[in-house]
């Protein structure tokens, strides 16, 4: 039977989550979860973590439904079918993120119940072979689209369609930059460059660190402030790694690691600059995080940042894996008059314009809606 899409009944929407810990894809999971207006949104987890319980902390309707390890066919078999009576209760269906994809759109086409993935990631072009059926799956299922949070994601997709992500725009600006540095530990005049993000190497923390001794010269009263761990225990050895890299170049005193926190919007004021150093960004809800602080931002110029930041207007851009030019860039808001004041007035007013987290949910609803309705 058709489901009923008049515009005074609420879309039901099943969403597949395979992952158990925050990062920025979990964020807007939340936030969809959460703040939807216009849908009723159920979450099936495939694995138990602090995530999972965040959602229900926060109110969010969820159903754990474990899967376990996808080589197991027959366990992937039963954990499909479970969704797949799940899906048929739901107007549409939409697996967020890799792993979520192989179980999410097999449910939907048995429940026969439309159906479209979210992904944060930037797949290769090439080389990678576990990115083969990936890329083939939307289509051999049937799935409608891919929506990405990036346009430079989306272009990876035949059927990909971007969705710029968004943040709570007011958390990040209640913190006053005195109570920031406090948090940081910052000792009279220091000059705070820091990086927010989960450590690991695409991230790109290895290349603050091998730009702070040129920083250093141009401003000895710089120090690197570096916000973020390893959950889930991804790259597990990389934070040693970092530490190991500040000893190798003398500079372990002006280099200090905060590990995982959950008051970024209390520490983001207290920095003189923001860099995002990593490799390919799928989009960079840090570096909107910053901008919506007021900080200056030095970002490199892959992945989905270019789509955020505007070179030159609110903020400095660099080359993915340039040490060099990140510090080129960092040297230039700390020595160059009104430059830091400007990028961060214009960084600013564009995440205020155009990355609001409540634009995102109505993006993502109108898109659901469609879906469901056959569109």
Not at 76 to 103: E, I, P
Not at 258 to 277: E, K, N, S, T, W
Not at 342 to 359: Q, V, W
Request: hydrophobic share 45%; charged share 25%; glycine share 10%.
């Amino acid at each position: 039977m058709e489901p009923d899409l008049t515009p005074s009944r609420r879309v039901r929407l099943l969403v597949v989550n395979p992952s158990p810990v925050r990062g920025g894809a979990e964020e807007l999971l939340l936030a969809l979860a959460t703040r939807a207006r216009t849908t009723d949104v159920e979450v099936a987890c495939l694995a138990g973590g602090p995530f999972v319980d965040e959602l229900e902390a926060a109110g969010a309707r969820v159903r754990r439904v474990r899967a376990g390890r996808l080589r197991n066919l027959a366990r992937w078999a039963r954990t499909v079918a479970r969704l797949a009576r799940l899906a048929r209760q739901a107007d549409a269906v939409l697996s967020w993120q890799v792993k979520g994809h192989y179980y999410g759109t097999p449910a939907a086409w048995l429940a026969r119940r439309p159906s479209a993935w979210w992904d944060h990631g930037i797949r290769p072009a090439r080389g990678e072979p576990r990115y083969l059926i990936d890329n083939r799956l939307p289509a051999l299922l049937r799935s409608r689209t891919v929506v990405c949070s990036s346009a430079a994601a989306a272009s990876r997709h035949r059927r990909g369609r971007a969705i710029l992500p968004g943040i709570d725009l007011a958390r990040y600006e209640r913190s006053g930059r005195a109570a920031a540095r406090t948090l940081l530990g910052a000792d009279g005049d220091e000059v705070l460059v820091g990086s927010v993000a989960r450590l690991q190497p695409w991230k790109g923390q290895h290349l603050l660190i091998e730009a702070m001794p040129a920083i250093l010269q141009a401003e000895p009263r710089a120090r690197l402030v570096v916000v973020g761990g390893t959950p889930g225990g991804f790259s597990a050895g990389y934070p040693a790694r970092l530490e190991r890299l500040a000893r190798e170049l003398g500079i372990e005193d002006r280099v200090r690691f905060f590990g995982q926190r959950d008051d970024v919007p209390a520490l983001l004021p207290g920095l003189d600059v923001f860099v995002a150093a990593s490799f390919a960004e799928p989009f960079g809800l840090t570096t909107v995080e910053a901008m919506a602080a007021g900080v200056p931002v030095v970002a490199t110029d892959a992945g989905g940042v270019p789509e955020i930041v505007v070179d030159e207007e609110s903020g400095l851009l660099a080359p993915a894996g340039d040490a060099a030019a990140i510090a080129r860039a960092v040297i230039r808001i700390l020595t160059e008059d009104g430059l830091g004041a400007r990028l961060a007035t214009a960084g600013r007013d564009r995440a205020r314009h155009d990355f609001d987290i409540s634009r995102y949910v109505r993006e993502t609803e109108a898109l659901v809606r469609a879906l469901a309705g056959g569109a």
